[in-house]
Nanobody
Framework: EAQLVESGGGSVQTGGSLRLSCTPS????????IGWFRQAPGKEREGVAC????????WYSNSVKGRFTISSDNTKNTVYLQMNDLAPEDTAVYYC????????????????????WGKGTLVTVSS
């Protein structure tokens, strides 16, 4: 069964850091984009960051650019989202997602190429 296994998340104060990880398993895609969306209470889901693990191009939303870094460790088949300088507006459930057609699903207003979602992990940033 294809799945995205997530870990990380938690609670921090403003200015703190957290790291999320996501490991895809059971997929037979030749190539794919993988990354995170987030959804805050009462808000629509938004793309946060994604990467093409095989050759490295990445994308970030304007709201996290300069604070978050997405990376892939192909030896571990794992993608990481390092989140620094966290702010209360970053509070949300973060979902790992995979799209075999590329990164466009993450670009506003969003696409429908995501085939699998992780279960989500809660990130809470207190002021």
């Amino acid at each position: 069964e294809a799945q995205l296994v997530e870990s990380g998340g938690g609670s921090v104060q403003t200015g703190g850091s957290l790291r999320l990880s996501c490991t895809p398993s059971g997929f037979s895609y030749d190539a794919y984009a993988i990354g995170w969306f987030r959804q805050a209470p009462g808000k629509e889901r938004e793309g946060v960051a994604c990467i093409l693990p095989l050759n490295g191009p990445s994308w970030y939303s304007n709201s996290v650019k300069g604070r978050f870094t997405i990376s892939s460790d192909n030896t571990k088949n794992t993608v990481y989202l390092q989140m620094n300088d966290l702010a209360p507006e970053d509070t949300a459930v973060y979902y790992c997602a995979i799209d075999p057609w590329g990164m466009s699903s993450w670009y506003p207003p969003g696409g429908d190429g995501v085939t699998h979602w992780g279960k989500g992990t809660l990130v809470t940033v207190s002021s």
